[in-house]
């Protein structure tokens, strides 16, 4: 819908960010951003034991957010076709599908 952000117009904003700070998207960046997803989670993990502010919290999550785009961007991905699909998979899936255990 016009107007309307989709996750590739975010995609797009955060990989021209990338690219004027002077951050590369090459292959050769592909696992160093993996991990670094990771550091942001871990972050967010770390900000909520700690009693920080939700907003905090949201924050590191945001961060998060930032990194997978930035990747999906990288590999060349259509963040909006892989959503829908996905989301789509999942809302034909059983109550608590594939939990046994926890969750
Ligand atoms: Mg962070």
Redesign the pocket.
């Known amino acids: 819908m016009p107007g309307q952000s989709t996750l590739n117009t975010l995609m797009e904003e955060v990989r021209s960010l990338a690219d004027e700070k002077g951050f590369g998207s090459g292959p050769e960046r592909i696992w160093e951003m993996l991990a670094l997803i990771h550091t942001?989670v871990s972050?967010a993990t770390d900000a909520y034991k700690k009693g920080q502010s939700l907003e905090k919290v949201g924050?590191?999550l945001t961060?998060a957010v930032i990194r997978i785009l930035h990747l999906m961007s990288a590999l060349g991905l259509d963040a909006d076709v892989l959503y829908r699909r996905v989301m789509d998979r999942n809302w034909q899936r059983p109550v608590r599908y594939n939990t046994v255990r926890g969750g």
Do not use: A, M
Request: glycine share 0%; charged share 100%.
């Open positions: 942001e972050e924050e590191e961060d």
